[in-house]
């Protein structure tokens, strides 16, 4: 099983999530379960989507980390 980093960013009326490996890669949702389950749909219907046009699909790359900043 392969994993995508996923950046999820809330806006005032919804949530919006994209993955930096999958360029066009995105999804909204009204809440923070709902775009998770979007965004997760989305990566397998853009990878799908990829192997029907031959083309390569990137290893992941992008890396998550959270900053504590005072």
Do not use: F
């Amino acid at each position: 099983m392969t994993e995508y980093a996923v950046v999820i960013e809330r806006s005032p009326n919804n949530y919006g999530a994209w993955v930096p490996d999958l360029d066009g890669c995105v999804s909204t949702g009204k809440t923070l379960e709902e775009v998770k389950v979007n965004i997760t749909e989305a990566i397998t219907m853009h990878l799908e989507l990829m192997r029907e046009h031959g083309q390569a699909i990137p290893e992941p790359s992008a890396q998550v980390a959270v900053i504590q900043v005072a």
